[in-house]
């Protein structure tokens, strides 16, 4: 079954690098993901029209963890902060396997 990840950032653009190295690392594992990066300010949109299984924010909207519990609880999506040193070190194996732990 193919699992979709999305992550979230103040602009969208720092986590396209950790997208691309978290397929990567899926790939390698022989695991079916759609993973895409959006700003924080799109988020919702994107929530609505498609079906998310995590919600991964990147550590620079952290704060806003709080509201987006409140709009992904009700929905059943997993929700998490990427770990500051993964993110800055672009680990994305170790970010996908945040990810699939989420789905458990």
Not at 63 to 82: H, N, R, S, Y
Request: hydrophobic share 50%; aromatic share 4%.
């Amino acid at each position: 079954m193919k699992k979709t990840i999305m992550l979230v950032c103040a602009a969208g653009m720092s986590t396209s690098l950790m997208v691309a190295k978290m397929q990567k690392a899926a790939e390698t594992k022989g695991i079916e993901a759609d993973i895409f990066a959006i700003s924080a300010g799109e988020a919702d949109s994107y929530l609505d029209e498609k079906k998310v299984d995590v919600l991964l924010l990147g550590p620079q909207v952290r704060f806003m963890k709080a509201q987006f519990e409140e709009k992904v609880a009700p929905m059943g999506i997993a929700l998490d902060v990427i770990q500051m040193t993964d993110y800055g070190m672009m680990n994305g194996e170790k970010v996908l396997d945040q990810a699939l732990k989420l789905m458990k």
